[in-house]
């Protein structure tokens, strides 16, 4: 967080409202984006309760386990959710073309890519523990699983491993994306609670933001929007309905069932009005120009796994292989840094950020040298001009650091030279060296006139792809000591543990 | 004087029944070691969610019944058949020699589940066994004494093992699974705390009997579910840290009179007054307002005082509501009012402020910049 957020969050305590933190939302919103609250059982990881799940608001889909602890039931909730994840899926997969011709690999992608949206990060939890214990199991053999359940898995673990890559849009906690647009007056870890948060951005009818934030913290108003009920509800509704459910002769049990699917629906439902809620909220809000960029490289990517899957593909592994976490790590990084620069270029506000922390300036040119011809190294005559900038910003960035420039035209490159500290002010001079044209003079536009306002960030810069050895040819220093090609099989085989 | 500290906690606590420390609340010590009001809370035996209540700030805390039921359905697995399930994993998974297994039920002394009697019993065994008499290697619920602030807490970990390397270790059972050999770090950490607890009372245990620290290793062992099954894993886990800072945090206990001695003559958390009637709730909270609080939003998880605290810190416009994020952003300042004061030019800055105002009123004057330019088309471009 940087001075400008924190203040941001000043200003919403003395306000006692949201205040705007970006230009834009910086995330893709789909059209028919699939909601999932997904509920799951207290003190068993992976167990499964309840889910709501649809991607309109006045058609939404219940589907409970009414006694958690069965395992069989566990699945058939596994099945159910597949069918319309899959149907989800492959309404994404209707179409295909080809892409841009850059680039190897996937040559043509979907043009669709899906976008799950949960209430918070606990809901990308809790499918990641559904995908792992799905993606393994078997169709076949003892404990058999219908088709759908392993590739629901396999689904889930590739949607919740794009969400950890920064700029991704397939998988997303809907508080994480307010967060990212609106600055509220409580700490981080409140804003997690959909509740809480939306308190702060849109509070209901006739509350003020305070009634509105002790209304959303009390689990008898506003249930928690899970994964975990309240313990509360736990003792007192449900863990009596499962009761009755489950001592229900034949002949009660569709009764029971139905008032206990009755209670989990009312659980739910306030969740489920306040993420289409959100929703909305957000479509209000501009997307951010390069979003459309990201979105295509989440559609390579889908296209990628969908491609791999539709091959025969392996589920993915409990653990990396050292080249497959270094590879991992590398893209990670890669994306972070590229997301930031992205938010940077698109947004005043993100830019306003990283300038109050000395990542980045913007300020008048007060001196320039248009004309000036530098011979390289190889004996060219080439366009160098310099400019000087006065900023007010706290500039940290070193000589030589590359730069990008919101406020120039795209192809804009330029390299700082000197910053020198004047009063409460610095100079800061650049030598410009990209997006001049060819010819020896630069094209009119592409050189800050004195007198012009202009933003420099640093570029995060074409990097190549980093080559990692092949997966037998690991350093003896990285190679891990066990074998675990077994690991499969192993994972099938789990004891289905009904015995509790 | 240790007596006149213990009057001062009694007249804290009021009429309310004394709590003793717990595992669980000893653990707790480590999350928030600076607030004075939790220390003397829980040195005072004060029961803070009945306070909370009374103060019309109850927290909705609690364990589901499920969590409840699916942690003693675990335990009780691994352990039976005389700890079957639990030799298998220390054995195979672990790689432990336990050539011999003689397993001690201290649940129960023929009978009697008093805490005194069963703590003298765990206390002959241990001892036995570490001056090598006896064949106990598992000790189910043994119960230890820990004098805390010179009063009594019994502690009962799940089990003890003795004889890995020579050496008592903690057996923590715990019921969150450990999934493809990692666990939420948040819960490990937690679990070690509180054996941390266990260890230092087995150790002042088998100090009086004359037999030194290193009986007790430092490295508990936690049991837990394997993935999403019901079969346990084990897993080593190193806690000398913790047991470093729990030390520490039990010694600060001993010198609560410092503490006590900063508050105003004759403060009471009393509930209710000598006729068992009602304390009226403001006058409650006028008496807790007395108590310095370190709020962190993260009490929120674990004291049951968190709503009080925040309630009070959002009235004093402390930058404590927003949390560490934002205050280590603005060092040196502690109100709202403040820091929106120097970033406005409004309030003059101390010496030590010169700096932290400058930037900003630098970060005042970029999001006013932005407010002037926000909505118009092309404000990007």
Known sequence: ?500 | MKAAVDARLDVLRGSALRLTYSARSLAALENNPRCTLRAVLDASGSNKTDIAKHAGYELPFGQSPFAIARGNSFEAMVKANGCAELLRVLREILQLSLPEVGYQDLNDVGGDGRSEIRHARTRQLLVRAARGLGDGTLFDHPMLLLRVGGHAAFLEPDLVAFRVGDRFHVVEIKSFPIIDGRADPAQVRAATTQACAYIIALRAMLAEAGIGPEAVSETIVLVAPRDFTNRPAAAFVDARKQVATLTRQLARIERIGDLLDLLPDGLTFAIADEAGLPRPAGELVEALDQVPATYRPDCLNHCEMAFYCRARARDGGSLDVLGPVVREQLGGIDTVTMALGLARGKLRPNDEQVEIAASLRHAARLRAELRSTAGTPGAAA
Request: charged share 25%; proline share 8%.
């Open chain 1, 1 to 500: 967080m940087s001075k400008v957020s924190a203040l941001a969050r000043l200003e919403a305590m003395e306000a006692m409202a949201a205040v705007q933190l970006t230009e834009f939302r910086h995330r893709r919103l789909s059209d028919h984006p699939l909601v999932i609250v997904p509920l799951t059982m207290a003190g068993e990881a992976g167990a499964p309760l309840a889910a709501m799940v649809g991607s309109a608001k006045r058609s939404p889909k219940l589907l409970v386990v009414a006694q958690p602890r069965n395992r069989d039931q566990r699945f058939a909730f596994a099945a159910e959710l597949g069918g319309i994840v899959m149907d989800y899926i492959d309404h994404c997969r209707r179409d295909r073309r080809a892409g841009s011709s850059r680039g190897k690999g996937v040559a043509s992608f979907y043009t669709d890519a899906p976008q799950v949206l949960v209430p918070n990060p606990g809901g990308v939890k809790a499918l990641a523990d559904l995908g792992r214990t799905c993606r393994f199991r078997k169709t076949t053999g003892s404990y058999p699983v219908a088709d759908i359940v392993p590739r629901l898995g396999m689904w889930l673990t590739f949607l919740v491993e794009s969400a950890e890559q920064a700029g991704t849009s397939m998988l997303l906690p809907v508080t994480g994306m307010l967060g990212e647009h609106w600055a509220t007056g409580q700490s981080v870890l409140e804003d997690q609670n959909l509740a809480s948060l939306m308190a702060w951005i849109a509070p209901p009818d006739g509350l003020d933001v305070a009634q509105a934030m002790a209304d959303a913290e009390n689990p008898d108003v506003c249930p928690p929007a899970g994964p975990a009920t309240a313990p509360s509800f736990d003792k007192y509704y449900l863990e009596p309905a499962i009761k009755r459910f489950a001592t229900a002769d034949p002949l009660a049990a569709a009764a029971a069932e139905a008032e206990l699917r009755e209670l989990i629906a009312d659980q739910l439902k306030p969740t489920w009005r306040l993420m289409w809620q959100a929703i909305s909220l957000l479509r209000g809000v501009p997307e951010a120009p390069r979003a459309a960029a990201r979105f295509e490289r989440d559609r390579a990517s889908f296209t990628a796994y969908s491609d791999y899957q539709d091959a025969g593909g392996l589920p993915q592994r409990k653990q990396d292989a050292p080249i497959g976490a270094a590879r991992r790590l590398s893209r990670l990084e890669r994306a972070l840094a590229d997301f930031e620069a992205d938010m940077a270029f698109d947004d005043p506000y993100v830019l306003a950020d990283r300038r109050s922390v000395g990542e980045a300036f913007a300020g008048t040119v007060v001196a320039a040298e248009p004309g000036r011809i530098v011979t390289t190294d190889k004996n060219r005559r080439v366009p160098r001009p310099l400019v000087t900038v006065r900023t007010q910003d706290p500039t940290r960035l070193a000589a030589g650091t590359k730069l990008i420039s919101p406020s120039m035209p795209a192809s804009h490159r330029a390299l700082i030279v000197s910053t020198i500290p004047d009063e409460d002010t610095s100079l800061v001079t650049v030598e410009i060296v990209g997006g001049m044209g060819q010819g020896l003079v630069p094209k009119p536009g592409s050189v800050p006139a004195q007198g012009q306002q202009v933003a420099y960030l640093p570029d995060p810069g074409w990097r190549p792809v980093p080559v990692f050895p092949d997966n037998d040819r690991v350093p003896w220093t990285h190679a891990a000591a066990a074998d675990d090609t077994d690991e499969f099989h192993e994972a099938a085989t789990e004891e289905w543990g009904n015995d509790d």
